[in-house]
C-alpha cells in the first residue's frame, strides 16, 4: 500500500523561509512533486523532479524561490521554500508519477493528505 506523508508546514512571516518533507513507503517512484491548493482555488503544480534528480520542474509562480530535491535513500522529497509570500499561503500536496513533465498536466499517481503551510504579512 502507497503512503505519502507530509510534514514540515506551518506559520511563518513574509520573507521567511520553510522545508516541507514527503516521505513514501510501499513502492518505488520515478518522478515526485509537489502541488498546493489555496482555498476556492484549484490545485496547482509547484514542483517536480525525476528519480535521479537530474531533471526538475518549477511552477512559475515559485521559480527562483522554492527548491526540490530528494533522498531515495530515505524515500524522501523535499520542497525547501525561500522569500516566503502571503500568496503562497496553501495545502501543500506531495505526489507520485511516471514522469516530471506529465506531473505538470497533473498526471499523477499518488497523492499525500497535505500539510497546511500560511504566511503571514
Known amino acids: 500500500q502507497v503512503q505519502l506523508v507530509e510534514s514540515g508546514g506551518g506559520l511563518v512571516q513574509a520573507g521567511g523561509s520553510l522545508r516541507l518533507s514527503c516521505a513514501a513507503s510501499?513502492?518505488?517512484?520515478?518522478?515526485m512533486g509537489w502541488f498546493r491548493q489555496a482555498p476556492g482555488k484549484e490545485r496547482e503544480f509547484v514542483a517536480a523532479?525525476?528519480?535521479?534528480?537530474?531533471?526538475?520542474d518549477y511552477g512559475d509562480s515559485v521559480k527562483g524561490r522554492f527548491t526540490i530535491s530528494r533522498d531515495n535513500a530515505k524515500n524522501t522529497v523535499y520542497l525547501q521554500m525561500n522569500s516566503l509570500k502571503p500568496e503562497d499561503t496553501a495545502v501543500y500536496y506531495c505526489?507520485?508519477?511516471?514522469?516530471?513533465?506529465?506531473?505538470?498536466?497533473?498526471?499523477?499517481?499518488?497523492w499525500g493528505q497535505g500539510t497546511q503551510v500560511t504566511v503571514s504579512s
Open positions: 505526489a507520485t508519477g511516471n514522469r516530471v513533465a506529465t506531473m505538470q498536466a497533473r498526471h499523477v499517481d499518488y
Open positions: 510501499g513502492g518505488t517512484f520515478s518522478a
Open positions: 523532479i525525476s528519480w535521479s534528480g537530474m531533471t526538475t
